[in-house]
Protein backbone atom coordinates (compact mmCIF):
# COMPACT_ATOMS: atom_id res chain seq x y z
CA UNK A 1 0.00 0.00 0.00
CA UNK A 2 2.83 2.27 0.87
CA UNK A 3 6.05 2.79 -0.39
CA UNK A 4 8.88 1.08 1.29
CA UNK A 5 11.54 4.15 2.01
CA UNK A 6 10.54 7.68 3.95
CA UNK A 7 11.81 9.70 5.94
CA UNK A 8 10.92 11.53 9.27
CA UNK A 9 10.58 13.80 11.78
CA UNK A 10 12.69 13.92 14.84
CA UNK A 11 10.72 14.74 17.96
CA UNK A 12 13.88 15.86 20.03
CA UNK A 13 15.57 18.50 17.04
CA UNK A 14 12.61 18.91 14.78
CA UNK A 15 15.49 17.67 11.82
CA UNK A 16 13.82 15.71 8.95
CA UNK A 17 15.78 12.25 9.07
CA UNK A 18 15.40 9.40 6.17
CA UNK A 19 14.27 6.11 8.02
CA UNK A 20 17.82 4.46 7.39
CA UNK A 21 19.66 7.36 9.05
CA UNK A 22 17.71 7.81 12.01
CA UNK A 23 19.13 4.99 14.56
CA UNK A 24 22.71 7.26 13.52
CA UNK A 25 20.94 10.48 14.47
CA UNK A 26 19.61 9.29 17.52
CA UNK A 27 22.67 7.73 18.84
CA UNK A 28 24.85 10.56 18.01
CA UNK A 29 23.25 13.80 18.40
CA UNK A 30 20.64 12.37 21.62
CA UNK A 31 22.18 10.20 23.90
CA UNK A 32 22.94 12.48 26.86
CA UNK A 33 26.23 12.19 29.10
CA UNK A 34 24.97 13.51 32.37
CA UNK A 35 25.74 11.68 34.98
CA UNK A 36 22.01 11.31 35.92
CA UNK A 37 21.01 10.30 32.62
CA UNK A 38 18.23 7.53 32.60
CA UNK A 39 19.18 4.41 30.82
CA UNK A 40 16.67 3.10 28.21
CA UNK A 41 15.88 0.71 25.48
CA UNK A 42 15.91 2.33 22.08
CA UNK A 43 12.95 0.57 19.99
CA UNK A 44 12.48 1.05 16.13
CA UNK A 45 8.54 -0.16 15.44
CA UNK A 46 7.70 -0.41 12.08
CA UNK A 47 4.68 -2.32 9.79
CA UNK A 48 5.54 -6.01 9.44
CA UNK A 49 4.14 -5.12 5.85
CA UNK A 50 3.71 -1.07 5.41
CA UNK A 51 7.31 -0.27 6.63
CA UNK A 52 7.10 3.20 5.20
CA UNK A 53 4.83 3.47 8.94
CA UNK A 54 7.27 3.87 11.84
CA UNK A 55 8.74 4.85 14.99
CA UNK A 56 11.33 5.38 17.08
CA UNK A 57 10.82 5.33 20.62
CA UNK A 58 12.76 4.77 24.35
CA UNK A 59 11.57 2.94 27.23
CA UNK A 60 13.39 3.26 30.76
CA UNK A 61 14.56 -0.49 31.47
CA UNK A 62 11.73 -1.20 34.11
CA UNK A 63 8.55 0.04 32.07
CA UNK A 64 7.05 -3.03 30.38
CA UNK A 65 5.29 -4.23 27.88
CA UNK A 66 1.66 -3.58 28.91
CA UNK A 67 2.74 -0.13 28.04
CA UNK A 68 4.17 -0.21 25.02
CA UNK A 69 0.91 -1.65 24.20
CA UNK A 70 -1.39 1.04 25.66
CA UNK A 71 0.98 3.42 23.39
CA UNK A 72 0.90 1.57 20.28
CA UNK A 73 -2.89 1.52 20.60
CA UNK A 74 -3.07 5.33 21.09
CA UNK A 75 -0.80 6.47 18.36
CA UNK A 76 -1.75 3.43 15.89
CA UNK A 77 -4.27 1.04 16.48
CA UNK A 78 -7.36 1.54 18.94
CA UNK A 79 -10.71 1.09 17.25
CA UNK A 80 -12.57 -1.39 19.13
CA UNK A 81 -10.93 -2.15 22.00
CA UNK A 82 -9.25 -5.69 20.33
CA UNK A 83 -6.79 -7.75 21.87
CA UNK A 84 -3.23 -7.90 21.05
CA UNK A 85 -0.03 -10.00 22.11
CA UNK A 86 3.79 -9.78 21.65
CA UNK A 87 5.78 -12.82 20.87
CA UNK A 88 9.63 -13.68 19.68
CA UNK A 89 11.33 -15.85 18.29
CA UNK A 90 9.35 -19.20 16.83
CA UNK A 91 5.87 -17.29 17.89
CA UNK A 92 6.71 -17.91 21.71
CA UNK A 93 4.35 -15.86 23.45
CA UNK A 94 5.51 -12.57 26.16
CA UNK A 95 4.07 -11.67 29.11
CA UNK A 96 2.96 -8.03 28.81
CA UNK A 97 4.53 -7.65 32.22
CA UNK A 98 7.92 -8.19 30.56
CA UNK A 99 10.29 -5.17 31.31
CA UNK A 100 12.03 -3.82 28.79
CA UNK A 101 15.24 -3.99 30.10
CA UNK A 102 15.28 -8.07 29.70
CA UNK A 103 14.96 -7.70 26.02
CA UNK A 104 18.06 -8.13 24.23
CA UNK A 105 19.65 -5.88 22.29
CA UNK A 106 19.39 -6.62 18.65
CA UNK A 107 16.07 -9.20 18.91
CA UNK A 108 12.84 -8.71 17.28
CA UNK A 109 9.54 -8.76 18.99
CA UNK A 110 6.46 -9.48 16.48
CA UNK A 111 3.28 -7.82 17.70
CA UNK A 112 -0.15 -8.03 16.42
CA UNK A 113 -3.48 -6.53 17.29
CA UNK A 114 -6.66 -7.82 16.10
CA UNK A 115 -6.93 -11.20 15.97
CA UNK A 116 -9.42 -10.98 13.25
CA UNK A 117 -8.22 -7.80 11.00
CA UNK A 118 -4.88 -8.15 12.53
CA UNK A 119 -2.22 -5.11 12.29
CA UNK A 120 1.35 -6.68 12.47
CA UNK A 121 4.08 -4.72 13.91
CA UNK A 122 7.89 -5.68 13.89
CA UNK A 123 10.02 -3.80 17.33
CA UNK A 124 13.33 -4.26 16.89
CA UNK A 125 15.01 -3.85 20.18
CA UNK A 126 17.66 -0.97 18.64
CA UNK A 127 19.59 -0.97 21.80
CA UNK A 128 20.53 1.57 24.81
CA UNK A 129 20.17 4.81 24.50
CA UNK A 130 20.74 7.60 27.77
CA UNK A 131 18.38 10.62 28.12
CA UNK A 132 17.68 13.16 30.75
CA UNK A 133 15.59 11.75 33.64
CA UNK A 134 12.01 11.96 33.08
CA UNK A 135 9.15 10.09 33.85
CA UNK A 136 7.96 9.56 30.67
CA UNK A 137 7.20 5.73 30.35
CA UNK A 138 7.56 6.10 26.59
CA UNK A 139 8.92 9.17 24.32
CA UNK A 140 8.28 9.23 21.00
CA UNK A 141 11.98 10.26 19.50
CA UNK A 142 10.78 10.08 16.04
CA UNK A 143 7.91 9.18 13.22
CA UNK A 144 7.55 8.83 9.33
CA UNK A 145 6.32 12.04 7.95
CA UNK A 146 2.68 11.12 6.35
CA UNK A 147 2.31 9.60 3.75
CA UNK A 148 0.44 11.45 0.92
CA UNK A 149 -2.11 9.43 -1.63
CA UNK A 150 -3.59 11.20 -4.95
CA UNK A 151 -7.09 10.63 -5.89
CA UNK A 152 -7.91 8.33 -8.31
CA UNK A 153 -10.66 10.11 -9.99
CA UNK A 154 -9.50 14.16 -10.35
CA UNK A 155 -5.92 14.26 -9.19
CA UNK A 156 -5.99 16.04 -5.75
CA UNK A 157 -4.50 14.77 -2.55
CA UNK A 158 -6.72 12.21 -1.04
CA UNK A 159 -8.18 12.26 2.03
CA UNK A 160 -10.58 8.27 2.00
CA UNK A 161 -9.81 5.38 1.39
CA UNK A 162 -12.58 3.30 0.02
CA UNK A 163 -12.74 0.01 2.26
CA UNK A 164 -14.60 -2.02 -0.80
CA UNK A 165 -11.79 -1.03 -3.53
CA UNK A 166 -9.06 -2.07 -1.58
CA UNK A 167 -10.95 -4.98 -1.20
CA UNK A 168 -11.47 -5.77 -4.29
CA UNK A 169 -8.31 -4.39 -5.51
CA UNK A 170 -8.95 -1.35 -6.73
CA UNK A 171 -6.98 2.01 -6.87
CA UNK A 172 -9.08 3.17 -3.28
CA UNK A 173 -7.91 6.73 -2.50
CA UNK A 174 -9.91 9.80 -3.12
CA UNK A 175 -10.55 13.29 -2.32
CA UNK A 176 -13.36 14.83 -0.03
CA UNK A 177 -15.55 15.83 -3.08
CA UNK A 178 -14.96 12.72 -5.64
CA UNK A 179 -15.53 10.68 -2.07
CA UNK A 180 -19.42 11.96 -2.49
CA UNK A 181 -20.19 10.47 -5.67
CA UNK A 182 -18.08 7.44 -5.74
CA UNK A 183 -21.04 4.67 -5.90
CA UNK A 184 -19.47 2.63 -2.73
CA UNK A 185 -20.12 4.02 1.15
CA UNK A 186 -17.30 2.32 3.01
CA UNK A 187 -14.81 4.70 3.30
CA UNK A 188 -12.49 5.42 5.82
CA UNK A 189 -10.12 8.70 6.74
CA UNK A 190 -6.36 8.42 5.64
CA UNK A 191 -3.87 8.55 8.46
CA UNK A 192 -0.76 8.23 10.15
CA UNK A 193 -0.84 4.40 10.82
CA UNK A 194 0.14 1.26 9.01
CA UNK A 195 -3.73 0.32 10.49
CA UNK A 196 -5.26 2.67 7.96
CA UNK A 197 -8.48 1.43 6.48
CA UNK A 198 -8.87 -1.72 8.41
CA UNK A 199 -11.78 -2.35 10.43
CA UNK A 200 -13.22 1.18 12.12
CA UNK A 201 -9.64 2.78 12.69
CA UNK A 202 -10.21 6.55 12.52
CA UNK A 203 -6.64 7.51 14.43
CA UNK A 204 -9.13 9.70 16.68
CA UNK A 205 -6.59 8.68 20.02
CA UNK A 206 -3.41 9.86 18.00
CA UNK A 207 -2.17 13.25 19.80
CA UNK A 208 1.42 12.72 18.41
CA UNK A 209 1.52 14.47 15.07
CA UNK A 210 4.48 16.28 14.91
CA UNK A 211 4.14 19.47 15.32
CA UNK A 212 7.46 21.89 13.95
CA UNK A 213 6.37 24.87 16.03
CA UNK A 214 8.84 24.64 18.75
CA UNK A 215 11.74 24.03 16.63
CA UNK A 216 11.02 27.60 14.54
CA UNK A 217 11.41 29.57 17.38
Not at 50 to 75: C, G, Q, V
Not at 104 to 109: E, M, T, Y
Not at 178 to 194: G, K
Request: charged share 25%; hydrophobic share 30%.
Amino acid sequence: MAQAASKGNCYLCGGTISKTAFKKHLLEKHNDAADDAQTCKLLKVEGTDEKAYWLYLDMPMSATLKTLDRFLRDIWLECCGHESAFFVGNYEQLSKNTMVGMLRDGSKLHYEYDFGSTTELTITVVGTLLRPKQRKSVRLLGRNEPIRFLCGKCGKEADWICCECEWEDQYPYFCEDCMESHPHDSALPIVNSPRMGVCGYCGEDDVYTFDPAPFLK
